[in-house]
């Protein structure tokens, strides 16, 4: 789980003759991840594609055009069919003429429509001034002008022009000015005054008569593209399936003819490498030297180790030129498969080119969810750990022990099964995976503390049935139980070092790749100065651990309510200087700060880190008792509560049998004290505040239900990429990508 799965590089070398038989092969088993080659082979040139590709691409383009045009999706497939060569070549002909013949038509039907309705939105100004419009063109010695403005300050601008003789119509805003003068005169005259000429449209008599006729003919498009578009509609449910059975033969038969570009060739042979699993090698090489009868050889060049990436070894493999094909084609594989294999210098390899294996992250199927939140930050190289399986681990832990509440985590988990059981994206459903957990955890971590929506109930009722007085646990909100509050700090701080001590111990591991020295100075430092300042802040040595942690008298959980039997580490003080006292502790955090400053000296800044990230840990507790307030002043609302005091503090109680101003009355309940009421309850003021208040309880809850995706979640993440993946973790691992193609619409039967 921590690793991805083994890789191994692999040559294929053949005669050309052999090619595209073991491309068909190769194709079929969608297991090899192929190498491009890049060229530095003497006396090598990358292959030709085969015969018939360019035709091939040439109509997949058309095939894709044509979906566009018809709007084809994934759902108007259909049963899955055989598609011929012959049957594309004749079908598709046909189809391309009808599509795009009714596509033109709708084309101009469209432009045609566009323009009527400019025409339309031109002539509503002139419909509202109401003159013809052939009286607003066509005079010798009138100059006509028809816009929007304002009448007085147009009328002001004319008096004081050259103009002498001019009148004005004024509608709705619309003013048409006549003046006896030429056009450029009246326009000059014009530039003065607020005033938005328009364009006179073509047309003559009343505007409203115009105006109809254009909206007829708007009508009759209309009408003419509904036509086409049913048409349209109707070729799609007759060629959808066609064309996406055909699109899946096109681009199968356009990546076969186009992977000779990847290989390296001579005049007569090839030679394909890529990276495959190991684990299986045994069946790739079965199944093409089965499906290739021609001469065909397939090595194993190297197994990539995770230490290095890749390794600089390779595995001797006797190669007999193949069985089946003629003494010249097995010479040519003989001395191609030579040369592919041919050591260098110092060990190496000879290979296309020094590309890093591609990653198959390796999860167990409960895990694979978590694997689309670690992509988010990045893929995982293949020469690093994994931190998916820890993220599984660790998150819905995590998002469980903020939020614990029977009721909400049912919801998540429905919520999650939902979108994992609904949806055909692949990130949604890991979502939804994802979320399933998270409300399992919930579920859990609310039992333990006996609240469902933020109600005692399972405490108060599920618990004694089973035996026991209350919940094992409590979030620690009322006085009575305030020490769990304590002590869910505590515990967040141990959860943080914890939690950061394995993402320093999976980069030491990482870092012994160059050596025990570059690991012991680059992560054994960290880990160093990690335990050594807390060891030192839980030995309360001159007062470095607060009261919450620890007290000299008691021990580390000092009024803790778990009973852990655990009173702190020994200071161990060494020596002291000018009175402060030297603990072993510190002796250990000042080793791994040397053996850092050894390793990179600039990284000495960030020797806080071991504090401060620790105490990020403590946004758990915080979280907690936020959502667990926000849950109880929801409830509070309606229900209303009273105190009642007992020997461990005061309780809060919901009054959800009795009101509390009742058992305030009563003066006890179970034997102790009721004494006061915090707030008598929505759901006790009458049939108005039964409405409200229920309107505040479902609102306030789903609020609170929300709240915890965006607190909770983000916070639970921001733990796992900020603090534990920043110890580790770098990613950039390039993603597998078989050459093969998983067939959706067609069937080779």
Avoid at 195 to 219: C, M, N, V, W
Avoid at 440 to 455: A, D, K, N
Avoid at 656 to 672: D, K, R, V
Avoid at 697 to 715: C, D, M, P, Y
Wanted: charged share 20%; glycine share 10%.
């Amino acid at each position: 789980m921590l690793r991805p799965e083994k890789m191994c590089r692999v040559s294929v070398t053949g005669s050309k003759r052999a090619m595209e038989a073991t491309i068909e092969a190769v194709h079929d088993l969608e297991m090899l991840h192929v190498t491009e080659y890049d060229g530095s082979w003497d006396g090598f040139e990358p292959g030709d594609s085969l015969e018939g590709t360019n035709e091939a691409a040439d109509k997949l383009v058309t095939v894709r055009s044509l979906q566009s045009i018809l709007g084809v999706d994934e759902e108007d497939a259909g049963p899955t069919r055989v598609v011929t060569d012959e049957a594309i070549q004749e079908q598709l002909e046909e189809v391309r003429t009808e599509v795009n013949e009714l596509d033109d038509r709708r084309d101009e039907i469209r432009d045609d429509l566009r323009a009527v309705e400019d025409q339309i939105n031109t002539m509503e100004p002139f419909v509202a001034l109401g003159i013809d419009l052939d009286l607003l063109r066509g005079y010798d010695s009138l100059a006509v002008a028809v816009g929007e403005g304002d009448r007085d300050e147009i009328d002001t601008t004319l008096v004081e022009s050259d103009i002498r003789t001019f009148d004005l119509f004024t509608e709705d805003g619309i003013v048409a000015v006549f003046a006896q003068a030429d056009e450029d005169e009246l326009q000059d005259a014009l530039v003065g005054a607020t005033f938005s000429r328009l364009d006179i449209p073509e047309g003559d008599g009343s505007p409203t008569a115009y105006l109809e006729e254009l909206e007829h003919k708007k009508q009759q498009l209309e009408s003419k593209l509904s036509t086409v578009e049913e048409e349209l509609e109707a070729l799609r449910l007759d060629y959808a399936g066609f064309l996406l059975a055909a699109e899946e033969k096109l681009a199968i038969e356009s990546q076969k003819g186009e992977a000779p570009l990847t290989f390296a060739t001579t005049e007569n042979a090839f030679i394909a490498e890529g990276w495959i699993p190991d684990e299986h090698y045994t069946e790739f090489k079965r199944t093409v030297d089965s499906a290739v009868s021609e001469a065909v050889d397939i090595d194993k060049l190297e197994v990539a180790e995770y230490e290095e990436g890749h390794a600089h070894s390779r595995e001797e493999v006797e190669h007999g030129g193949g069985g089946g094909a003629d003494e010249h084609e097995g010479a040519t594989i003989s001395e191609a498969d030579d040369q592919s294999q041919e050591a260098v210098a110092d060990g190496g390899l000879v290979t296309m080119s020094d590309d890093q294996p591609p990653v198959i992250m390796d999860n167990p199927g409960v895990v694979q969810p978590f694997e689309d939140l670690v992509e988010v930050v990045n893929r995982p190289k293949y020469s690093e750990f994994d931190p998916t399986a820890v993220f599984f681990l660790t998150f819905p832990a995590f998002y469980g022990f903020m939020i614990g509440d029977v009721g909400y985590g049912i919801l998540y988990f429905l919520a999650g099964y939902g979108l994992y059981a609904n949806v055909d994206s692949d990130v949604l459903k890991s979502l939804g995976g994802v979320a399933m957990w998270a409300g399992g955890f919930t579920v859990l971590f609310g039992f333990l503390y006996g609240e469902i929506f933020g109600l005692h109930t399972i405490s108060n009722v599920v618990w004694p049935a089973l035996g026991f007085a209350e919940a094992p646990v409590h979030k620690g909100l009322q006085p009575a139980f305030g020490d769990y509050a304590i002590a869910w700090l505590t515990i967040s701080l141990l959860a943080g070092m914890v939690h950061l001590a394995v993402g320093w111990i999976f980069d030491f591991v990482k870092n012994m790749r160059h050596g025990l020295w570059d690991a012991i100075t680059e992560s054994g430092s960290w880990l160093l100065m990690l335990f050594g300042l807390w060891a030192w802040v839980f030995s309360g040595a001159m007062g470095s651990a607060p009261n919450f942690l620890y007290t000299a008298e008691e021990g580390i959980f000092a009024g803790h309510p778990f009973a852990l039997g655990f009173t702190g580490v020994p200071a161990v003080n060494l020596f002291s200087i000018m009175g402060f006292p030297i603990s072993a502790w510190l002796i250990v955090f000042f080793v791994g700060l040397v053996l850092l400053a050894m390793a990179d000296l600039i990284e000495v800044v960030e020797f806080l880190n071991v504090l401060v990230n620790v105490l990020s840990y403590t946004r758990l507790a915080a979280v907690l008792l936020a959502k667990a307030g926000m849950a109880f002043v929801v409830n509070l609302l309606f229900f209303g509560v009273y105190v009642v005091e007992t020997d461990h503090g005061a309780e809060w109680h919901f009054g959800i049998n009795h009101s509390p101003a009742y058992m305030l009355e009563q003066g006890t309940y179970h034997g102790h004290e009721v004494s006061q009421v915090m707030f008598g309850g929505l759901m006790h003021s009458g049939v108005a505040g039964v409405v409200g208040g229920l309107l505040v309880l479902v609102l306030g809850h789903v609020l609170v239900l929300t709240l915890g995706v965006t607190s909770a979640g983000l916070q639970g993440v921001r733990l796992e990429y900020v603090e534990f993946f920043g110890k580790f973790f770098e990613g950039g691992g390039k993603p597998y990508s078989p050459f093969g193609y998983e067939r959706t619409y067609t069937t080779d039967d």
